[in-house]
């Protein structure tokens, strides 16, 4: 248990993140929790212990793909994290631009696009480690992340030309 | 695709990764899998003692090749840390008896709403260095605050003394010009009044500035009795709302939860012309401590607003789900109002008020 917990405590920030990118706001608490819940309730399934950081982050996902699958498209945004934690750094205006015209964008995207950032940039996962949790060759997550962002540009310009 | 647009995205890549984690949610997680232990350690038994094993004779052989060679193996590489991580937890049914379940407290749920702390706010104003302070009364026997002359007598850094009448204690202290707000807090013993301020540091002398409030008792309180202190410098963010977390659902509409200090109330802001200017509303008393807005895309309405706070009730809108926010979903109240104003303005608009209320 002690084991586990230092795991829950090193990957709960980037498991959150994930889930936050992909889920929402107000959705990446519990989906971070459940990730978690059922890693612990499957670890016996899991053969190569050292394999458990892409093994959790792939639970995560599927979460997340379930939770997004289930709620339709609703997006859930938090605002107050609390005191001395502001959500946002930097400029204001910036901040609440950026949210307002790539967030939508962004949730244009399709899943595989949606995943492959929300797994390099929120969770902060190497483009090796993407491809493990993706279960796609190494190689794919590089153009995958890719033609996401050239995606998710297009998606920006068609949203405000 | 624009210079702008690029910009943007950028700050948006950058914000999913370094968006703050909720306070406790690691703590959390292990309280949900504390409940979970007997299921788990059944099923976990199976494999685990072998790997455990197996993993222990190699960092066994590891370090018996670090100690026992004249020099350490290049070859030895030392445990991936998940590995070892995971070789450590505690050990199998199998060798020990299963304890009975213990589920830890769930940490998500607050504590039940409490009534609210009576606060009064003033504003002091010698020498036109006008200064909001909220007195925040935990013993619940102050009824009133008014500011006085300040005449401080003695080095402490808070002074209390006896005020005009029996039942008036006044609590001076120096503050200086840069001074935004402060607070006076008596405890629940009685026993303590804590002055906590928020200062900024820009362009304002160094000279200070006697400040002085006077409290009023229900009944005769000896001064002697309660002793002065500093507390805690006051966090920026109990000034008025804080604009930098405000979360956006599309390019004009956006919301932001804070405390203004002065008022000692919850605000929720919205707005509708991207930031430009903000209705806001008191969602209840306290400090805020989570928000949540939930945006139906297909509808592109907001139906869902929650936030919840340090003390009294949290405030939802209907169809807030419970799990949404800590508390939220139990005992849900509506707003009281929407008012005009902009985000930073919220407290500056009581403020006014009660300068003229002081005035006259």
């Known amino acids: ?161 | 695709m624009t210079d702008r647009h690029e910009h943007l995205m950028k700050a948006f890549l950058d914000d999913l990764g370094s968006a703050p984690v909720p306070t406790g949610l690691a703590r959390r997680v292990s309280g949900r899998i504390q409940g979970e232990h007997p299921v788990r350690a059944s099923r976990f038994g199976a494999w685990f003692l072998p790997v455990a094993a197996a993993l222990a004779i190699l960092a066994l052989v590891g370090f018996a090749v670090i100690v026992g060679g004249p020099k350490p193996s290049p070859s030895v590489q030392p445990v991936p840390p998940s590995a070892s991580a995971l070789a450590t937890p505690a050990p199998s049914p199998s060798s020990t008896p299963v304890t009975p379940p213990t589920v830890a407290p769930d940490q998500s749920v607050v504590p039940p709403p409490s009534a609210p702390i009576p606060a009064f706010h003033v504003t002091l104003d010698p020498g036109g260095n006008p200064l909001p302070v909220m007195v925040s009364d935990a013993s619940s026997t102050v009824t009133g605050a008014a500011p006085v002359r300040p005449n401080l007598s003695t080095n402490d850094p808070v002074e209390v003394v006896q005020g005009s009448a029996p039942n008036d204690v006044v609590v001076a202290w120096v503050g200086g010009g840069c001074d935004q707000l402060s607070q006076v807090t008596l405890d629940a013993a009685r026993t303590t009044v804590s002055v906590s301020t928020l200062t900024t540091s820009q362009g304002c002398d160094a000279i200070g500035i006697e400040r002085a409030v006077a409290l009023t008792f229900g009944q005769p309180v000896a001064a002697a009795s309660i002793r002065g202190q500093w507390g805690p410098p006051l966090s920026p963010h109990m000034m008025a709302l804080d604009p930098s977390a405000v979360s956006s659902t599309d390019a004009n509409h956006g919301f932001v939860a804070g405390h203004d200090a002065f008022t000692g109330l919850a605000y929720l802001a919205e707005t509708n012309n991207g930031g430009t200017s903000w209705n806001d509303m008191p969602v209840g008393w306290g400090t805020v401590t989570g928000a949540a807005v939930t945006v139906d895309a297909t509808v592109r309405a907001y139906p869902i607003v929650a936030i919840s706070c340090s003390a009294g009730r949290p405030y939802a809108r209907p169809g807030l789900r419970a799990g949404h926010l800590p508390g939220a979903g139990a005992d849900l109240e509506a707003p009281e109002r929407w008012g005009t104003g902009r985000a930073r303005g919220a407290g500056q608009r009581h403020r006014r008020a009660d300068r003229r209320a002081n005035a006259a």
């Open chain 1, 1 to 161: 248990m002690d084991a586990f917990e230092q795991l829950v405590t090193d990957n709960t920030p980037a498991v959150y993140r994930l889930a936050r990118a992909y889920a929402g706001d107000a959705a990446a608490e519990d989906l971070a929790q459940d990730a978690f819940l059922a890693a612990w309730r499957a670890l016996p399934a899991l053969r190569e212990p050292d394999r458990f950081g892409p093994w959790l982050y792939r639970i995560a996902l599927n979460r997340c793909r379930s939770s997004v699958r289930s709620n339709g498209r609703v997006t859930e945004i938090a605002m107050v994290q609390g005191v001395g934690e502001p959500a946002v750094r930097g400029d204001f205006r910036t901040a609440v631009e950026a949210r307002a015209v790539v967030g939508p964008a962004f949730r244009c995207l399709s899943e595989d696009a949606r995943a492959v950032i929300a797994l390099h940039y929120a969770a902060g996962r190497s483009i090796r480690e993407c491809a493990e949790v993706l279960g796609i060759p190494e190689g794919t997550p590089k153009s995958r992340l890719n033609a996401a962002l050239e995606a998710l540009r297009t998606e920006i310009g068609r949203a405000e030309p």
